[in-house]
């Protein structure tokens, strides 16, 4: 089956939040639910998670004390994104092709402050309806610049998913964004697509 690359650059229009927890809280997680066929652990993901954050913040990954995103949080925008696209330009079940022929690379992708700028704290209240009546809670996480940046490469299994409708997808990143806080605007973003 044929395949298109495609360079993509995602620059941030609005603030974006980390969303993984700290080293203890994920290790327990990933130990409970997501370890591999013989319980083991996925190494790299476990080496680049934040330690020794105040409980209860949310962080990004990090490589050498850079923050970084891994493959998934694009590839589930992407899935997002082809809920609401489904149906678009005659293509049936998005969702599904989108998680079987678009394909990230590389794994871990490194993500570029704006010059000067560092990781800051964003501190907003939650507020919840629950069973025994509303409640209310703070949530923190990192929070990266508007104008922070990063690059990757997108493979494409062709057939299905065209260069304008690879387009459509991405565009709706200008309105929902990635990570955390995205219906409070965060994480919203610009890109630009071309073949490589």
Known sequence: MDKTYYKLKITFLTSVLGTQPQKDVATEYI?????GPDGELPADELLTL?????KGTTAFHKLDG????????LKGFLKESGNIHNGQRNVKN?????????????????????E????????????AMTAQG???GLARSEE?????????????????????????????GGDKGIGQWRNGGHGRFEFALEKS
């Open 94 to 114: 998005l969702r599904s092709k989108i998680d079987n022929l678009v394909f990230v690379e590389p794994r871990q992708i490194a993500i570029y402050l704006p």
């Open 66 to 73: 850079k923050p970084i995103f891994y493959d998934y949080m």
């Open 31 to 35: 130990t409970s639910k997501a370890a």
């Open 144 to 172: 990266l610049p508007a104008g922070t940046w990063f690059e990757c490469r997108l493979k494409v299994y062709e057939g299905q998913i065209s260069e304008p409708l690879l387009r459509d997808i991405l565009e709706y």
């Open 116 to 127: 000067g700028a560092e990781i800051a704290i964003c501190e907003r209240p939650l507020r």
């Open 134 to 136: 509303p409640r209310t």
């Open 50 to 54: 934040p330690e020794a954050l105040e």
